[in-house]
Nanobody, 117 residues
């Protein structure tokens, strides 16, 4: 069972940058997609960005042009580069990996990102 561990969260001022990492305990090459989601207090978890095995991307409208998702299969790691951070980006960020067959869906424990105004 592959486990996901996020890192890189922290406190940053508005306009600053952070780079989140999601390290998998095994190979990520077989996953159909990996992504980042976030959950702010009192809100539902929402999609931030995903990257497919073939390299296609999806981004939430609120982060497009500010965030960049990437994956390094050799290092079994997915990254989320976050630039021009805003206070509304404050949330716990979760890494996710899915495979359609055999079915697999896993979440990391989350990393806190706090953006001060």
């Amino acid at each position: 069972q592959v486990q996901l561990v996020e890192s890189g969260g922290g406190l940053v001022q508005a306009g600053g940058s952070l780079r989140l990492s999601c390290a998998a305990s095994g190979s990520i090459a077989s996953f159909n997609a990996m992504g980042w989601y976030r959950q702010a207090p009192g809100k539902q978890r929402e999609l931030v960005a995903t990257i497919s095995r073939t390299g296609s991307f999806t981004y939430a409208a609120s982060v497009k042009d500010r965030f960049t998702i990437s994956r390094d299969n050799a290092k079994n790691t997915v990254f989320l580069q976050m630039n021009s951070l805003k206070p509304e980006d404050t949330a716990v960020y979760y890494c996710n990996a899915v495979r359609y067959f055999p079915t697999f869906n896993s979440w990391g424990q989350g990393t806190q990102v706090t953006v001060s105004s």
